[in-house]
């Protein structure tokens, strides 16, 4: 039963961040907070779980980019 509850809540939550929630621009372009992938990885649990993962990661993975490159490499 737990486990059905936990697939549920997951199943909304990214159904919603990769379909529903979003912004609208100027031209009337929709931008989803994930992409909007919810469509094409829907088949499996699995791939729910990937996506949403990778789309949660990419802002931590962008900042370690970041911070790497304005650090210098100190060599002996």
Do not use: E, P
Not at 2 to 16: D, R
Not at 59 to 73: D, E, H, L, P
């Amino acid at each position: 039963m737990y486990n059905s509850i936990s697939v549920v809540i997951f199943h909304f939550s990214w159904k919603m961040q990769s379909d529903v929630w979003g912004s609208i621009s100027d031209q009337g372009v929709v931008t989803h907070i994930t992409g909007g992938s919810f469509a094409q990885s829907s088949i499996t649990i699995i791939r729910w779980l990937r996506d949403f993962l990778w789309a949660q990661a990419s802002q931590v993975i962008q900042s370690y980019g970041w911070s790497s490159r304005t650090r210098k490499v100190l060599r002996f």
